[in-house]
């Protein structure tokens, strides 16, 4: 076990310094030293850690003029997949928004203007940057929400952050360093947040890499997103001892601030990856999901929904219909207040 962190050099104790930064194998897992901060098991950062002396503060992820941490409401991300037009976005949004506020639940909309991701080059992509991000200014203007949207180059971060409260990275480029960096720095700049998805081949402990790069980029203002885990070939499975691991994953190597918020994505959890030109899904699962993860304890829900999922652009076998999420988030605020 070592013990990381301590006081200052105070000679009267300087006999015990050994015993401050090494305990013997056998000490346990309670250890309490005033003088250190944090108590990591042995083989490093890579396993779980217990926080002794003093707790850190609570991390909380500020985006537009919410907030999204522990003891808040349960915080919900969505819209449609991809921006088709500015009228359905505004549609989807609006309905989004007007249940969002009826249930007390925070509401941020999403939509993505470049799915640089599809699985055919010949799959539809949406708008572009500078028409994506004219139509996200209007909608969040005109529905007075915050909006957030995903970048897949370092190049989108900056224009991105002058429209999008939250900056989303996707799962399959959550390890690269360039587009993290730059959204850390275009997020700082613009007094913005960085929303990063766990991607579906890392353990929850992983997620230390890219926060690291943020936090070294000066962006402590940040939140993951978990959406699956790759099981095979084909299939996504959702670990919920996992998400556990995630919501507690400390990251006081990096700052003072505690573990980041955790934010569980029910649709895009239910894909089947690998079913053709277009990713398959089970769309009717996703309230399960839900239901689960915000027993579990997460802080904000993501969700993509369209008026007809079949005729979507992007994601129509996983999107909901807006009656569908309706019902989902309905069932959300009856379990969170059940646990509040």
Request: one cysteine or more.
């Amino acid at each position: 076990m070592v013990v990381v962190g301590g006081g200052g050099g105070d000679s009267r104790n300087a006999s015990a310094s050994p015993r401050v930064h090494t305990a013997r194998a056998n000490a346990g897992p309670n250890l309490v030293n005033l003088r250190c901060r944090r108590v990591f098991p042995i083989g490093g950062l890579g396993g779980f850690s217990s926080a002794t002396y003093p707790p850190p503060m609570p991390r909380l992820c500020s985006v537009g003029n919410l907030r999204i941490g522990p003891g808040l409401p349960l915080a919900i991300i969505a819209g449609p997949c991809v921006l088709e037009s500015l009228d359905l976005g505004l549609a989807v949004g609006s309905r989004l928004a007007s249940t969002c506020n009826a249930l007390g639940l925070p509401y941020i909309f999403k939509a993505s203007f470049d799915k640089a991701n599809r699985s055919s080059i010949a799959s539809p992509r949406g708008p572009g940057l500078d028409q994506g991000l004219a139509w996200l200014a209007q909608i969040r203007q005109r529905l007075n929400v915050p909006v957030t949207t995903d970048i897949h180059e370092p190049d989108h971060a900056e224009p991105a952050a002058a429209v999008a409260d939250l900056l989303q990275i996707p799962a399959f480029l959550c390890r690269q360093t360039d587009l993290l960096v730059a959204a850390a720095r275009a997020a700082v700049a613009a007094n913005r947040a960085v929303n990063v998805k766990k991607g579906q081949f890392l353990a929850p402990h992983e997620m230390r890499g890219p926060a690291r790069k943020l936090i070294e980029a000066r962006c402590h203002n940040f939140l993951f997103t978990e959406r699956g885990t790759s099981f095979g070939y084909g299939r996504l499975i959702n670990d919920f001892l996992g998400l556990g691991d995630l919501i507690d994953l400390d990251l006081a190597p990096l700052d003072s601030l505690g573990p980041a918020p955790v934010c569980f994505d029910c649709t895009h959890s239910t894909q089947l990856p690998g079913a053709g030109d277009q990713t398959g899904g089970r769309p009717d699962r996703a309230p399960l999901l839900a239901r689960a993860a915000v027993a579990a304890g997460v802080h904000a829900l993501f969700l993509e929904c369209h008026p007809n999922p079949k005729s979507a652009l992007s994601d129509a076998s996983t999107m909901l219909t807006p009656d569908q999420a309706d019902a989902l988030l309905h069932d959300a605020a009856r379990i969170r207040r059940a646990l509040s």
